[in-house]
């Protein structure tokens, strides 16, 4: 099975010079997304204590949207628009295209500050950018030979359904704004699941000196589809008996998996143990929800287990590795961007479980959470602001 070749980095003779922002997919995205990761919590943060309203989006409403599609979908752009390049051989949009691509998403971040009269226009904009993102992606991912990859097709046409069910609630025709939410949200998991599974074995057994992650084809079979019966239950039929046991069931074959890829050594190396944190939480979250299907646990409190934590944290890891690897760098995480890492799971931490502690107030745990994940990314940023957009170090094109 195809992976992305993140390595193979040679020494530079002499520092990069020039810009090279749209060279590639990763660039620009990575980079809206940092800022987004920022600049969308602290305006959170702010909105929830003063509180300010919107015409047409609840502050809720707008802070789930703004995660998953204007931050996670930011990401996921970037990754996909990088590693179908590298599956394939045959390019995705640089340059203008890009550029203009990355224009449209960041247009409909816009969206919740238009005057009324506006709404209408901006929800178009904000709609049109997955199915842009479909656009860019197909003709590579049908001309390859590895059928596996055109899966991401239908799973991006799933997110626009998603979109397309928060945003007709938002103008006030139906009520799906949930069912938009619950569908992206496990949409993105699924997304992790499926590239967590041919990635972090492959990360663990180069970086890691005889790990031997092992393969289970049954245990594969088990995750997917009880990932499955999950999101269907999660959607048709939540806090439910059924989903307990589903949600209960994704808790276990995740918990099987990381056990099948783990070696004590990952500690050592923070940019491969921040992948199996983030995955890790993907296991507590569903525990959590197993826990809050039949009222035993606050399920907004389990759903940042999924939002928060497993998708997060394992998307901050893999931004880290992948903007090194095709820039021509080493593998690896400086003091710095470690605590980065320790920062983003303390804020899922401050976020998940001290509100149940009584230890400090609601409040007070929504404030330190927002600082410390704000923290991470300003720390990440500036990192990574050189990194992705100079050119490579090794001369490379992308």
């Known amino acids: 099975m195809s992976i992305i070749p993140l390595g193979d980095p040679r020494t530079p003779d002499a520092s990069p010079k020039g810009y090279a922002l749209f060279a590639l997919g990763f660039r620009p995205f990575f980079l809206l997304a940092a800022i987004s990761g920022l600049t969308l919590m602290l305006l959170w943060l702010w909105f929830w204590l003063s509180p300010i309203q919107f015409s047409h989006y609840s502050l809720v409403g707008w802070h789930s949207h703004e995660m998953l599609f204007g931050f996670s979908l930011a990401i996921i752009a970037g990754f996909l628009l990088t590693a179908v390049r590298n599956w394939t051989g045959i390019d995705t949009p640089t340059g203008t295209p890009l550029a203009l691509l990355a224009?449209?998403?960041?247009?409909?971040?816009?969206?919740?500050?238009?005057?009324?009269?506006?709404?209408?226009?901006?929800?178009?904009?904000?709609?049109?950018?997955?199915?842009?993102?479909?656009?860019?992606?197909?003709?590579?991912?049908?001309?390859?030979?590895?059928?596996?990859?055109?899966?991401?097709?239908?799973?991006?046409?799933?997110?626009?359904?998603?979109?397309?069910?928060?945003?007709?609630?938002?103008?006030?025709?139906?009520?799906?704004?949930r069912s938009g939410i619950s569908l992206m949200t496990n949409s993105i998991l699924l997304l992790l699941?499926?590239?967590?599974?041919?990635?972090?074995?492959?990360?663990?057994?180069?970086?890691?000196?005889?790990?031997?992650?092992?393969?289970?084809?049954?245990?594969?079979?088990?995750?997917?589809?009880?990932?499955?019966?999950?999101?269907?239950?999660?959607?048709?039929?939540?806090?439910?008996?059924?989903?307990?046991?589903?949600?209960?069931?994704?808790?276990i074959t995740q918990a099987w998996r990381l056990y099948d890829w783990h070696h004590p050594q990952i500690w050592k190396k923070p940019i491969l143990w921040i992948l199996y944190a983030g995955l890790a939480w993907l296991v507590i979250g569903f525990l959590l929800k197993a826990m809050a299907q039949i009222g035993?646990?606050?399920?907004?409190?389990?759903?940042?287990?999924?939002?928060?934590?497993?998708?997060?944290?394992?998307?901050?890891?893999?931004?880290?590795?992948?903007?090194?690897?095709?820039?021509?760098?080493?593998?690896?995480?400086?003091?710095?961007?470690?605590?980065?890492?320790?920062l983003i799971n303390i804020a899922v931490v401050m976020r998940v479980f001290v509100p149940i502690t009584g230890l400090l107030s609601y409040q007070t745990c929504i404030m330190l959470s927002a600082v410390a994940w704000s923290i991470c990314y300003l720390l990440f940023s500036m990192i990574y602001l050189p990194i992705l957009i100079r050119p490579r170090i090794d001369g490379r094109p992308g």
């Open 103 to 177: 224009g449209l998403w960041f247009a409909g971040r816009l969206l919740p500050f238009m005057p009324s009269a506006l709404v209408g226009m901006f929800v178009l904009i904000d709609l049109l950018f997955l199915p842009a993102l479909i656009a860019a992606l197909t003709r590579p991912l049908v001309k390859a030979e590895n059928r596996i990859n055109r899966l991401f097709i239908p799973l991006l046409v799933v997110m626009a359904i998603a979109n397309l069910l928060y945003h007709l609630e938002a103008v006030g025709l139906l009520a799906t704004s």
């Open 193 to 251: 699941i499926f590239v967590g599974g041919r990635v972090l074995p492959f990360f663990t057994d180069k970086a890691v000196e005889d790990s031997a992650p092992r393969f289970s084809k049954q245990r594969e079979q088990a995750v997917y589809a009880l990932f499955l019966l999950w999101a269907l239950s999660d959607l048709l039929l939540p806090n439910s008996w059924p989903g307990m046991v589903f949600a209960l069931g994704g808790a």
């Open 296 to 342: 035993l646990f606050a399920d907004n409190l389990a759903t940042h287990a999924l939002t928060a934590g497993a998708i997060g944290v394992t998307t901050l890891g893999m931004m880290a590795r992948v903007a090194l690897g095709h820039t021509g760098r080493e593998i690896g995480a400086n003091r710095t961007m470690a605590l980065a890492f320790i």
